[in-house]
């Protein structure tokens, strides 16, 4: 049982440059989310999903897409990389929105520098 | 805005003793929820209290819940050097977090 699995866990993009942060989890949970967390701020929402094929907004969605095809996987995008969005990259899942009896597991998350 | 505020930003104790944070929140919830996070590691869920309930016990963990003042504690009992990481609560609005506290327990 691998839990939440992130990929890749180091990245350097330079500016202008797109790519896709995947996130996979084999617990069958309904709920995902992504968030980033940059020192001194916490964890911020970036996007999240109730089930396949419904997604919405977090606190800080602006240059980040998301998708959700399977309960899955829940990959997200950066469209155009920017130095602000150097930071690290948490991905989390739970049975149920709210966490449950058991809270959100957390992947390992993705260390991305932009330069 | 974040949700959560954790309170101290930083403790330092001594292995051995005790180590109290503290976490304010904005929205109404139906549970709260504490995390551990290891340097350079994701976040491992603690434990989670439910509105109706006031306090709650796991191990050498002690969280309590007032929702009349939108707060929460975290308590660590008889800490180890191993308890040394950033702690945060998290409310069920979107899960969201707050800047956490960070505890270091001198050996």
């Known amino acids: 049982n691998a839990g939440v699995t992130q990929t890749p866990k180091f990245q350097v993009l330079k500016t202008g440059q797109s790519m896709t942060l995947q996130c996979a989890q084999d617990m069958n949970h309904e709920y995902m989310s992504w968030y980033r967390q940059d020192p001194g701020m916490g964890l911020r929402l970036i996007h999240y999903?109730?089930?396949?094929?419904?997604?919405d907004q977090g606190e800080v969605p602006n240059g980040y897409n998301v998708s959700r095809s399977t309960t899955e996987d829940f990959p997200l995008r950066l469209l155009s990389a920017a130095p602000s969005q150097t930071s690290v990259y948490f991905c989390?899942?739970?049975?149920?929105?709210?966490?449950?009896?058991?809270?959100?597991?957390f992947g390992s998350g993705t260390r991305l520098t932009v330069v | 805005s974040q949700q959560g505020e954790e309170d101290p930003q930083a403790l330092s104790i001594q292995e051995g003793e005790n180590a109290t944070m503290n976490c304010s929140y904005k929205?109404?919830?139906?549970?709260l929820q504490w995390y551990r996070q290891n340097s350079g590691r994701g976040l491992v869920h603690l434990i989670l209290?439910?509105?109706?309930?006031r306090e709650k016990h796991s191990g050498r963990l002690r969280v309590t819940l007032d929702t009349s003042k939108k707060s929460s504690s975290l308590l660590i009992t008889a800490s180890r050097a191993a308890d040394t990481a950033s702690y945060f609560c998290a409310n069920d609005y979107k899960l969201s977090f707050g800047a956490g506290t960070t505890v270091t327990v001198r050996a």
């Open positions: 929205t109404s919830i139906n549970n």
């Open positions: 989390a899942s739970t049975p149920v929105y709210g966490g449950g009896n058991g809270g959100y597991t």
């Open positions: 209290i439910r509105s109706n309930e």
């Open positions: 999903s109730v089930g396949a094929g419904i997604t």
